[in-house]
């Protein structure tokens, strides 16, 4: 182990505690902050001594989770509700003026997210469509609520 890191002889470090703070937990921190990987240690014990490390790293555990079955569902279900009840939306203005032209707006910005759904949504990706998606569906409401 002393090895790998570049500390073999080195005599300054009396106990594993030190050679952890001084060496091991700086690199691990380093590793994480400035690449890809992810990586931890596991101290390898013969009773209560310290015998060893078992290095760990992983590229998985940095990457965005992917969005939820519920996310993506609930997408789906305001962009299907906007698109199939966007006309009855129009003809509820009755004729062409500015509220009907912000509605459409509005409704186009709803039907633009529908691009955005992909089979690589991420979680964090898929809950900023849905503040966008419930934003555009209170001011489609209130468009309404002051046409009538």
Excluded at 49 to 74: M, Y
Excluded at 82 to 100: A, H, I, Q, R, S
Aim: charged share 30%; glycine share 4%; aromatic share 6%.
């Amino acid at each position: 182990m002393l090895k790998l890191f570049s500390v073999e002889g080195v005599s300054s470090y009396k106990d594993s505690a030190q050679f952890k703070r001084g060496v091991l937990d700086v690199a691990i921190r380093e590793i994480n902050q400035y690449t890809e990987l992810e990586s931890w240690y596991v101290e390898k014990k013969k009773g209560r001594v310290i015998v060893g490390f078992d290095l760990h790293w992983s590229v998985a555990s940095k990457q965005e989770t992917a969005a939820t079955e519920n996310q993506l569902k609930e997408i789906t279900t305001i962009l299907d509700a906007v698109e199939v009840d966007m006309w009855n939306y129009l003809e509820e203005l009755g004729e062409m003026d500015l509220e009907k032209l912000h509605l459409m707006n509005i409704i186009q910005k709803v039907l633009k997210c529908r691009v955005e759904v992909t089979t690589t949504l991420t979680s964090i990706k898929a809950n900023e469509i849905l503040q966008r998606l419930k934003g555009h569906l209170c001011s489609l409401q209130s468009q309404l609520d002051d046409a009538r």
